[in-house]
């Protein structure tokens, strides 16, 4: 088949379709990509077909917008701001490059937040599935929306009752003004049920870290975590140096998670590990990190494959995204998780519950002390690190994008003419 893919968001959400991608190609099939201008060689390097799509990236923009997001306690009307400023702002752009480059494909597959990229999908006639990461957010009555814990089977369906509410009235109209723009058909509840495929929603995180519901929808199916991993990687000299140095440090990691605070934020992580006496690796990201007078305990790092250096760790200090999430237990390390928007907080309470990580300290209320806490809670514990180990055994025996693939082309067969 010639497939299309297009995505949406930044690293952790762009990532996983390098491995979906490097697999389809492998199975035999023609792959495109649709996506950000600044992914580009990542995808060429392995040889798939690339079309840029949007506006160009404007980094200062996001860390603007990042400093925003941070602050707000929220989670609806954070995810109404990344909405607007994030997905909907350059709306028109990407919907007009996604129609050319879609053009004379089978098949699209679609990140479940790019509804432009599935506009221009069905504009084109393509049959279309989409992709997710965060099985929190679908509609099931064994759990309440998150950040609501658990209430019980009834309760929880009351939940999701205001929930739908809340999606009809404030996130709905939004996106529909842009669907109905380009001559699509208005959607209900986007943000429970509207953004997904509906007749198939690959769901990229493994059923170890978040368990199936009983009611899952049949158009939702889990295949496990998608992992690109390169193994011509090298380590540089000097971070091997530094691991080889002494007791396996902290690995510090906050991904894409941006803003305009990277001083403060370096100063909070070096008292931090001053604290706590152990040594710590903090990767620069796209908050810029780590780029103070360090002391000998803390080595800066810029872009290292996670595969390698996660496993280098005690433990793993993130912000709960869902790759990072996936990648940190996969190397068989406890976490420390520090949210800073949208599904991360969701992911944090997940491996609380596991046993494998404290309990979650938001970035607006990450203090010195607070952070060296946690450090100390997770360095101490035999037992996280023990379930740690035993759930990335687990989850290293998956194969999330050849299950992604099989399904792909069971429905295929039924839906591709």
């Known amino acids: 088949m010639r497939i299309v893919l297009s995505t949406w968001g930044t690293t952790g959400d762009v990532y996983p379709f390098l491995a979906l991608g490097e697999r389809l190609v492998a199975t035999g099939h023609d792959v495109r990509v649709c996506a950000s201008r600044i992914y580009r060689d990542r995808f060429t390097k392995i040889g798939i077909d690339f079309f840029a799509v949007g506006s160009s990236f404007d980094l200062d923009y996001f860390h603007r917008l990042m400093n925003t997001l941070i602050q707000i306690r929220n989670p609806l009307e954070s995810a109404i701001r990344i909405a607007k400023e994030g997905i909907l702002a350059d709306a028109d752009k990407w919907y007009q490059d996604c129609l050319e480059g879609m053009a004379g494909y089978d098949f699209a597959i679609c990140h479940s937040a790019d509804v432009p990229g599935q506009e221009a999908a069905i504009k084109n006639g393509l049959p279309w599935a989409t992709v997710s990461y965060c099985p929190g957010f679908i509609k099931t009555a064994d759990d309440a929306p998150h950040p609501i814990p658990n ?93 080889d140095g002494g007791v396996p440090p902290i690995i510090i990691s906050f991904g894409s998670m941006g803003g305009t605070q990277a001083s403060e934020t370096t100063e909070i992580l070096i008292d931090t590990i001053a604290r706590t006496g152990q040594r710590a ?137």
């Open 151 to 243: 209430l019980g089977t009834h309760l929880n369906c009351l939940a999701w009752k205001v929930a739908d509410w809340l999606m009809r009235k404030k996130v709905d109209p939004a996106f529909n003004t842009f669907i109905t723009s380009v001559g699509g058909q208005k959607r209900e509840l986007i943000g429970v049920k509207g953004m997904y495929s509906p007749r198939l929603n690959l769901i990229a995180a493994s059923s170890h870290i978040s368990t199936p519901p009983a009611d899952l929808p049949k158009n939702h199916k889990f295949t496990g975590a998608w992992f690109f991993d390169e193994t011509d990687y090298e380590v540089p000299a000097a971070l091997q140096q530094f691991l």
């Open 281 to 417: 690796v903090i990767q620069v990201g796209w908050g810029n990190l780590g780029r103070l007078e360090l002391p000998q305990s803390i080595c800066s790092v810029k872009y290292i494959p996670h595969n390698l250096l996660f496993r280098q760790g005690a433990c793993v200090l993130h912000h709960g995204g869902a790759g990072t999430t996936a990648s940190a237990c996969r190397a068989g390390v406890p976490s420390i998780v520090v949210p800073h928007l949208a599904d991360q907080s969701y992911w944090g309470c997940r491996l609380r519950k596991l046993g494998i990580a404290p309990k979650i300290l938001h970035r607006r209320d990450m203090t010195p002390k607070r952070l060296a806490q946690r450090i100390d809670e997770v360095i101490s514990s035999e037992s996280m690190a023990e379930k740690a180990r035993v759930l990335g055994e687990k989850i290293n025996a998956e194969d999330g994008p050849d299950t992604a693939v099989a399904l792909i082309e069971a429905f295929a067969k039924e839906n591709v003419h």
